[in-house]
């Protein structure tokens, strides 16, 4: 049997984690977190690919790449998921899982963060754990291609 393909994307500035707002998001950087994602992966018998970009359009493309490709996608929209409908209406042509990942709790942050338009279509979304949130996030994932 061909292990489920589940496509992780984040967004704009996550390739500055670790260096940026460390209070916030932590110390741990996106290389890390990507190596630990993948290992996960081959435990949970899950085939995992990761892209970041800073540019909407480019997550965007890559959204529309994973249909009919992926059986399932895990984002961190990052600034997009307060902002972008056009990010929401690539995602509402998936016919596959969705987990929307946050390091921090957006609710407990500035006003300005406490919408997300993702969170709208989400299958689930988790916040507030920090970089464990992408593997807690992949471990449902396998848990619902099941």
Not at 18 to 32: A, C, F, Q, V
Request: glycine share 8%; aromatic share 6%.
């Amino acid at each position: 049997m061909a292990s489920k393909r589940v496509l992780v994307i984040h967004g704009p500035n996550l390739n500055m984690l670790g260096k940026r707002e460390p209070e916030i998001y932590g110390t741990t950087g996106l290389n890390d977190i990507n190596k630990d994602i993948l290992s996960l992966g081959k435990k949970l018998g899950l085939t995992v690919e990761s892209f970041q970009s800073n540019h909407e359009g480019a997550i965007i493309d890559k959204i529309q790449e994973a249909f009919q490709k992926c059986d399932g996608l895990i984002i961190n929209p990052a600034a997009y998921t307060h902002t972008s409908i056009a990010i929401k209406d690539a995602l509402l042509i998936l016919k596959i899982p969705v987990i929307e990942v946050h390091l921090s709790n957006i609710y407990k942050r500035e006003p300005s963060r406490h919408k997300s338009v993702v969170a709208e279509i989400a299958t689930a979304t988790l916040g507030g754990f920090g970089h464990y949130g992408y593997y807690m996030a992949l471990e449902a994932m396998a848990r619902m291609l099941k």
